[in-house]
């Protein structure tokens, strides 16, 4: 069993593959992207031995799989669970339920996720902002942001607000909405309900938007719902966030930032903030840094942005090096 689920994705689909002989093969690589076909043909090549009992259990896999995606497409997901409850469990049930919905929504919007965020937005800008926050539920988190920052100020913070707030969507009207996008996209799973949005992605999308848009939408979406906001907050780092920093992490981004960013972020942040910082650095660095802010004047409120969003960007990246990290609310939630 252990060895089975050391296997790669591509392994065990190669192992299938060959399983079933060449022609089916082959008419399964007609269905795949040249990607996909180039990663699995170099698996396929480097097969070797594969003991019975480890080629059995990938096949009992894919078996699952396939039975899975059968009777949530002929009688939906609720009707899936329950006959798959019987066979497999309430466990194993519940794990290939989730993955083939996983799979379905990959699946969904795949054009959206391939187009220019520029051309997405043309399409997405006049829609309802539900209509928006759906499709944005689905596209890349890059694109999401970028969209984000350009939409009508009255309309993100609902956008964000709905994506926040989204659960399940149903079937048809992803697919209504899908198809007025794509006439030629490939119609969705009749699968009762799939997890899109929410806060985790909602923060992911935060993460990467501008400061200037990221500060209006926190102050508009705490005035509407201070609840939100907060548990969005908890899940992203901003730069006010830097007081949460132990010393550590403090000296390592310090080391890792530009002095004038640092000089002119500081110049527009709060008391707070700077001493935080002033108190994790050597004298002489203190020095220089307080010299270097008392030398800067007339700066931009975009520059002081634009500089803070690059300081956090640095933070961002060594907590996901592992070379910091970064905790939020109590206990031990670490945030990635």
Same mark, same amino acid.
């Given at each position: ?23 089916? #093969? ?78 379905? /929504? ?46 009508? /100020? ?124 002033? #108190? ?57």
């Amino acid at each position: 069993m252990a060895a089975g689920k050391e296997l790669t994705p591509a392994r065990k689909i190669a192992l299938v593959m060959a399983s079933m002989g060449a022609e089916n #093969a082959s008419n399964i690589y007609k269905h795949l992207s040249d990607s996909e076909v180039e990663e699995i043909s170099v698996e396929l090549a480097r097969l070797e031995y594969h003991s019975v009992d480890e080629v059995e259990e990938v096949l009992n896999e894919f078996y699952e799989l396939c039975l899975t995606q059968k009777v949530v497409a002929e009688g939906g997901y609720d009707y899936a669970r329950t006959v798959l409850e019987k066979a497999f469990g309430e466990e194993a049930a519940s794990n290939l339920l989730n993955r083939i919905t996983k799979q379905l /929504k990959t699946k969904s919007f795949d054009f959206v996720r391939k187009a220019d965020y520029k051309n997405l937005l043309a399409i997405v800008q006049n829609e309802h902002p539900q209509t928006i926050a759906l499709i944005l539920s689905y596209a890349r988190t890059d694109q999401a942001s970028a969209i984000l920052s350009e939409l009508p /100020k009255e309309k993100r913070v609902e956008v964000v607000e709905r994506i926040a707030n989204m659960d399940r969507a149903s079937p048809e009207v992803v697919k209504a909405i899908e198809e007025s996008l794509e006439k030629k996209f490939a119609s969705l799973s009749t699968a009762d309900s799939m997890e899109v949005g929410g806060i985790n992605y909602v923060a992911e999308i935060m993460n990467n938007v501008d400061r200037a848009t990221e500060k209006y939408i926190f102050d508009e979406l705490s005035a509407r719902d201070q609840k939100l906001a907060d548990l969005i907050k908890q899940k992203m780092f901003v730069f006010e966030d830097i007081v949460k920093l132990d010393s550590q992490a403090i000296q390592e981004f310090t080391k890792q930032v530009e002095s004038k960013d640092l000089a002119v972020a500081l110049k527009g942040s709060t008391q707070e903030v700077a001493e935080c910082i002033f #108190a994790n650095i050597s004298s002489r660095a203190r020095e220089n840094l307080q010299a270097d802010i008392e030398y800067l004047h007339n700066v931009r409120m975009r520059d002081v942005e634009e500089a803070q969003q690059r300081i956090v960007g640095v933070i961002r990246k060594l907590e996901q090096d592992q070379v910091i990290t970064i905790t939020h609310g109590s206990g031990d939630e670490i945030i990635a």
